[in-house]
């Protein structure tokens, strides 16, 4: 057996809230985590737009249904969630969901005025942020990995070389049950692995987008 490759043209979906024009002071690109799709997840944004934030929501390219087939039938539950990439053919997925970005951003922004630009990476969407981030170092101005760490396998001098030139914040709440110990201790060690010190922003909540928080970001 011989596994090949091939390419074709794939559309795909982004989501937007608010207007780019002569009064938008800020645009960002917010990547959700595991099993979110995009229309849900910008909504948690919504107060940006009273800000005059121009705020874009693109979504991991595989989708699935959250609940197995047998409970599917069950419960009649249907919902429908996205990743950005699981470990089947991960480097490939990375490179789609890469230009997939890259599209979008380059759709959305084209050859609008400068306006600063923020990427938020969500849980698994940190990864993809940073990923990203790394990949087109001159589009944004600061980073923002919200319940998420680094990716492990990135390179570690070129992140330092990148993000010692931008903003680099990082967000997490007090009682996020998936910020464990040992999660935070890797959290810990691959900042040191990227010689750099963050500011690191801490709420009262889970795994969530923090209202009070958020709008201290703008």
């Not at 985590?33 to 693109?58: D, M, T, W």
């Not at 910020?179 to 890797?186: F, G, P, V």
Request: net charge neutral; hydrophobic share 40%.
């Amino acid at each position: 057996m011989t596994e090949k490759t091939i390419e074709f043209q794939f559309q795909a979906r982004y989501y937007q809230l608010g207007l780019l024009n002569e009064t938008t002071r800020q645009v960002w690109f917010v990547l959700h985590g595991y099993g979110q799709l995009a229309r849900y997840f910008l909504k948690k944004f919504e107060s940006l737009n009273e800000h005059s934030v121009c705020v874009i929501a693109p979504e991991g390219l595989s989708r699935f249904y959250l609940e197995p087939v047998e409970s599917r039938a069950v419960t009649g539950n249907n919902r429908v969630g996205a990743t950005w990439m699981t470990a089947e053919n991960r480097l490939m997925d990375i490179d789609n969901y890469l230009h997939y970005l890259d599209t979008v951003y380059h759709h959305v922004i084209g050859s609008t005025r400068k306006v600063p630009v923020t990427i938020v990476g969500f849980s698994q969407g940190a990864a993809t942020a940073t990923r990203w981030a790394i990949h087109q170092p001159e589009i944004f101005q600061r980073l923002i990995l919200w319940a998420g760490i680094f990716p492990t396998d990135m390179d570690f001098k070129k992140a330092h070389s990148i993000f010692s030139t931008k903003e680099l914040v990082m967000v997490y709440g007090k009682q996020d049950p998936y910020l464990t110990d040992s999660r935070l201790k890797e959290i810990t060690a691959l900042t040191e692995k990227l010689n750099l010190n963050p500011p690191v922003i801490t709420f009262d909540g889970g795994h969530e987008i923090d209202q009070s928080t958020l709008l201290k970001l703008i």
